[in-house]
């Protein structure tokens, strides 16, 4: 995928994210998806990866600090309440996410 092609897809992800639209983010990973975050180790799949979203639900005081885009792959860095710092790793291939790594730092 292009970068346009990656940061409209994860643009569109992190919106539906945002809104609470648990199905629609569901769409963009595949039942080969792999979801990585230090809070909770691996999770595989959409069935795997489901639960972890619908935990978290929309994050109130999320701020996107900084986003990079080369080729498939997205990285962002940001804040919420209670997160002193979050960043995420997502690679995207045909309109997918394919993998997803995130680290969050909880604030003390």
């Known amino acids: 995928m ?3 092609e990656t940061r409209a ?3 569109r992800h ?3 994210l945002q809104s609470g639209d648990i199905d629609t983010v569901m ?4 039942d080969e998806s792999v979801f990585i975050i230090n809070l909770g180790g691996v999770f595989k799949g959409r069935e795997a990866i489901r639960p ?9 005081g999320f701020t996107q600090a ?4 080369e080729g498939d792959a997205y990285f962002v860095t940001w804040r919420a ?5 979050g960043s995420d790793t997502i690679v995207v291939r045909d309109g997918k996410i ?5 680290t969050v730092v909880l604030a003390s």
């Open 52 to 60: 972890f979203f619908e935990t978290s639900g929309a994050m109130p």
């Open 81 to 85: 309440e209670g997160i002193e710092l």
């Open 14 to 16: 992190m919106a539906a």
């Open 2 to 4: 292009s970068a346009d």
């Open 27 to 30: 769409e963009d990973y595949t």
């Open 66 to 69: 900084d986003a990079y885009v």
């Open 98 to 102: 394919v993998l997803q790594t995130v």
């Open 9 to 11: 897809m994860v643009e």
